[in-house]
């Protein structure tokens, strides 16, 4: 686990103990928790900064700042626009 550099020893070790105590399952809900604040943050910063974007290119900004340094600019590029292929396509309900 990584603890920030002010976490006291003993305060740690609480904290190590804690987390071990969790089932997988209880660790992984926490981990996606974690996951959803995260984007949600992320979702939230780029609306900030672009008041009218639209729902896909939110998606796509959000793709962009998570795996920004994954990604080779032409494979970021060829991902983002199948975002946008993906999410514009029509829903066919009962399927």
């Known amino acids: 686990m990584i603890f920030a550099d002010d976490t006291r020893p003993e305060t740690r ?26 984007k949600t943050r992320i979702m939230s910063a780029i609306e900030a900064k672009h008041p009218d974007i639209d729902s896909i290119e939110l998606l796509v900004e959000t793709f962009r700042c998570i795996y920004r340094n994954d990604f080779v600019p032409e494979e970021m590029e ?18």
Not at 78 to 95: A, D, L, N, T, W
Request: glycine share 6%; with cysteine; aromatic share 12%.
């Open 13 to 38: 070790e609480v904290l190590i103990r804690l987390w071990r105590a969790k089932s997988e399952g209880e660790r992984a809900l926490h981990g996606f928790r974690m996951w959803n604040s995260f």
């Open 78 to 95: 060829r991902i983002c626009e199948r975002i946008r292929q993906y999410h514009k396509q029509p829903v066919i309900s009962g399927q």
